[in-house]
């Protein structure tokens, strides 16, 4: 008779898919594809972005920032993989797309308030926490090519291709919205 395999195990060897995952050494369909992991990924999606918000200022509106973010990932992924008939696949791809935006906005945070705070440290400090705030931000534009890759079994650079649509799109959408703050 197999041993069930303790929590803190099946915890520890989701976060590492992630984190292969945003190295691009993993595929989404190697995580569970129980939706109670999508909730967990979804979760801890949150509280990273919770997190790096208020730290970088956004107080008053981190709640509207978020559930901006959350209705367009949800909608642009549903969008594409319903069109092309992967209904299925939906909660895997976004479970794949939150734990990997959770790893990399954990990547981030300790250059969030040192970026945000433009002007109270050295120049060169400050300028490297935006540089490596960017590289993060940028990197996402690949990880996330690389679970549509797989998601939609497209070729790469047409997935690299709707990955870059999507980031200008939310850049865009963001910046309408919250233009006035």
């Excluded at 440290?121 to 679970?147: N, Q």
Aim: charged share 10%.
């Amino acid at each position: 008779m197999a041993r069930e395999q303790a929590p803190e195990y099946a915890l520890n060897r989701w976060f590492a898919t992630g984190f292969q995952l945003i190295l691009l050494r993993s595929a989404p369909q190697e995580l569970p594809g129980a939706r109670s992991w999508t909730l967990i990924a979804l979760g801890i999606y949150l509280l990273v972005g919770l997190f790096l918000l208020e730290l970088r200022g956004e107080g008053e509106a981190l709640f509207y920032i978020l559930a901006l973010d959350l209705a367009i990932v949800v909608g642009f992924v549903a969008l594409l993989l319903g069109v092309n008939g992967y209904w299925a696949r939906i909660p895997q791809t976004l479970q794949a797309l939150w734990l990997s935006g959770a790893i990399l906005g954990l990547v981030a945070l300790p250059f969030a308030p040192v970026a945000a705070g433009a002007g109270e440290e050295p120049e060169t400090i400050e300028a490297l926490a935006i540089i490596a705030g960017l590289v993060v931000m940028f990197w996402s534009v690949p990880v996330m090519a690389h679970i549509l890759r797989h998601a939609l079994e497209w070729p790469f650079h047409r997935a690299m291709a709707l990955a870059i649509i999507y980031f200008l799109l939310n850049v865009i959408i963001h910046i309408q919205v919250f233009a006035g703050d």
